[in-house]
């Protein structure tokens, strides 16, 4: 069983950066790893995901250019640093990992373990 802790919301203004962590704990043979973000009232969409079998990353054409997902492969730690970030970047973010054939940001099925979310914050 793996655990994911998020951690690294804020409240920043419109144009600043923030870098969120997941740290995973536990044993694990999962392949996908991601960020997804829900806004009040919204569905929750996939912001980022690699897909470790193939060494693919994924992004939310809203933010392509902007986020960046990075992975500490010693320390088990996922990283997404948000640049640029706007107002519609605010949400809860949630780190999720599984396993699947295929996984990106528009395919949530493969992934079973979620965190507890970290919230961020844009104001313009």
């Known amino acids: 069983q793996v655990y994911l802790a998020e951690s690294g919301g804020d409240s920043v203004q419109a144009g600043g950066h923030l870098r969120l962590s997941c740290a995973a704990s536990g044993s694990s043979s999962n392949n996908c790893m991601g960020w997804f973000r829900q806004a009040p009232g919204k569905d929750r969409e996939g912001v980022a995901v690699?897909?470790?079998?193939?060494?693919?990353?994924y992004y939310n054409p809203a933010v392509k250019g902007r986020f960046a997902l990075s992975k500490d492969n010693a320390a088990n730690i996922l990283y997404l640093q948000m640049n640029n970030l706007k107002p519609e970047d605010t949400a809860m973010y949630y780190c999720a990992a599984g396993r699947g054939v295929y996984c990106s940001t528009t395919n949530s099925a493969p992934f079973a373990v979620w965190g507890h979310g970290t919230q961020v914050t844009v104001s313009s």
């Open positions: 690699h897909d470790s079998n193939s060494n693919a990353f």
